[in-house]
């Protein structure tokens, strides 16, 4: 349940990643960053198709690499990054998210995950020793590399929606986004909410865009409020040393992704 509480004025950074700007991730973008300003809060954008942003990740992110040196990822990005040296367009994106207090992701589904220029923000955005690594506190838990953050992913889907719940072809959404909920959101300590997502939208009537915008803004509305999903920390006692869950922390029945989410209640 949303609480009705007036919120204090939030920073929210929005990325969108859609080739046209008719389209209707487009529009959903624009709904978000109107709504979250009129709730009086702060919102920057980057739209990634309209940025021509550099989605391939290699040794140009990092200018003081050297040529001819065998690219170690990890401890390249994690160097420049330590250094203040990455390129300026990783450089900035970071600085967004760290002046935000959440971060909203909308994009369509495509073949089961994010477009691939999306997947590039988040691989060259995301470096070591900004999202991940021994310079910054351990993953999957409110206090890792980027604690205090709310998350919200926004996706659009052809298919319908029976199609993404239990028993359902595609799978479950929530197992769909799993790398992105989980393996984003919470590796790196941002708490994700629930995603928000509509379905059949290659042939999307006004009516049911309409309504569309409704349960949008309200998700947009909780941002700040709704209760994250509740994913299980690794230092809460669940895990052991091998990072494997613990025999027996689960309720009985429980297997696959689920494990890795406490009961609610």
Known sequence: M??????????????????????????????AVDRLRAAGHEVRESDLYAMKWKAALDADDYPEHTPGERLRVMGASERATLAGRLSPDIAAEQEKVL???????????WWFSAPAILKGWIDRVFTAGFGYGPAVPPPYQEGSALPGRRALVSVTAGARNTAFLDRGIHGRLADVLYPVQHGLFWFTGMAPLE?????????LPEERFAAAKREYGRRLDGLFTDEPVPFRSLVGGDYGHDMRLLPGVEAPGTSGLDLHVRPRG
């Not at 009705?4 to 529009?27: E, F, G, M, Y």
């Open 195 to 203: 995603p928000f997502a509509v379905y059949e939208a290659n042939d």
């Open 2 to 31: 949303t609480d009705t509480t007036p919120q204090q004025p939030k920073k929210i950074l929005v990325v969108s990643a859609h080739p046209d700007a008719r389209s209707l991730n487009a529009a959903l973008t624009t709904f």
């Open 99 to 109: 002046w935000s207090d959440a971060v909203v992701l909308q994009f369509p589904l």
